[in-house]
């Protein structure tokens, strides 16, 4: 499945996101536009790394950087495992949990974002970290059944370019799952995964795709009452 018509960002330190466009699209294309603007938390931290110069504050002195013998995934995931420590509250929308056992598996809760179907809901991701991360993307897939275009029913597998060819090692698994929250609200009908769900779009039948989208988030998403 092709995925390379997903949005990608451009992202900065200071000022936020600075730019968003198709993946077809020239630095100067006059189809660029600005993210929404809580597409980030303030104060949401980037990797930084010798040959990436981004702005912005410097690790503290107790952060955890990679020791000689140990991968450069390891020590990137216990860098990671202290900033979602000390940043816990600066996403309400995000919840990242890493695996006791396993520094390389984790999970992610995110909320459904408002004024879409899944509002209310809330959605599972697991996170598979290759031990070459950040120089490679982490597996990330829904594990609560959803009803979009971009993501397998069965599988939970998402077509996003920042998982596939469109990756940076400035991105975290905090603004991966911001990015995939962004994905939820903004379907790509022309590069579906479930395909049910991308006719309904390219359709043109909006209230026959989030009817279905709110079941599903009713049924799958949403504590039971009672």
Same mark, same amino acid.
């Given at each position: 499945?092709?995925?390379?018509?997903?949005?990608?960002?451009?992202?900065?330190?200071?000022?936020?996101?600075?730019?968003?466009?198709?993946?077809?699209?020239?630095?100067?294309?006059?189809?660029?536009?600005?993210?929404?603007?809580?597409? =980030?938390?303030?104060?949401?931290?980037?990797?930084?790394?010798?040959?990436?110069?981004?702005? *912005?504050?410097?690790?503290?002195?107790?952060?955890?950087?990679?020791?000689?013998?140990?991968?450069? *995934?390891?020590?990137?995931?216990?860098?990671?495992?202290?900033?979602?420590?000390?940043?816990?509250?600066?996403?309400?929308?995000?919840?990242?949990?890493?695996?006791?056992?396993?520094? =390389?598996?984790?999970?992610?809760?995110?909320?459904?974002?408002?004024?879409?179907?899944?509002?209310?809901?809330?959605?599972?991701?697991?996170?598979?970290?290759?031990?070459?991360?950040?120089?490679?993307?982490?597996?990330?897939?829904?594990?609560?059944?959803?009803?979009?275009?971009?993501?397998?029913?069965?599988?939970?597998?998402?077509?996003?370019?920042?998982?596939?060819?469109?990756?940076?090692?400035?991105?975290?698994?905090?603004?991966?799952?911001?990015?995939?929250?962004?994905?939820?609200?903004?379907?790509?009908?022309?590069?579906?995964?479930?395909?049910?769900?991308?006719?309904?779009?390219?359709?043109?039948?909006?209230? *026959?795709?989030?009817?279905?989208?709110?079941?599903?988030?009713?049924?799958?998403?949403?504590?039971?009452?009672?």
């Amino acid at each position: 499945m092709d995925c390379s018509a997903r949005r990608w960002w451009v992202l900065g330190r200071k000022s936020g996101p600075s730019v968003i466009g198709s993946a077809h699209d020239s630095p100067t294309s006059p189809s660029r536009r600005l993210p929404p603007h809580n597409f =980030f938390p303030t104060g949401q931290r980037l990797r930084v790394f010798p040959f990436v110069l981004l702005s *912005g504050p410097s690790p503290s002195d107790d952060a955890t950087f990679p020791t000689p013998g140990s991968s450069s *995934g390891e020590g990137s995931c216990e860098l990671e495992y202290k900033e979602v420590q000390r940043e816990k509250s600066a996403d309400p929308d995000i919840q990242l949990i890493c695996d006791d056992s396993n520094i =390389f598996k984790w999970t992610a809760l995110i909320k459904g974002p408002s004024e879409t179907p899944f509002e209310g809901g809330v959605f599972q991701l697991a996170f598979s970290i290759p031990e070459q991360y950040p120089l490679l993307p982490p597996q990330v897939r829904f594990l609560t059944k959803i009803f979009h275009p971009n993501v397998h029913f069965k599988t939970g597998e998402i077509c996003l370019d920042i998982l596939k060819n469109a990756w940076s090692p400035a991105w975290t698994l905090q603004s991966v799952c911001r990015a995939i929250i962004a994905l939820m609200a903004h379907p790509e009908p022309d590069s579906p995964l479930n395909c049910d769900s991308g006719n309904l779009l390219r359709s043109g039948d909006i209230r *026959g795709y989030q009817s279905m989208a709110r079941m599903y988030t009713r049924l799958a998403a949403m504590p039971k009452k009672g």
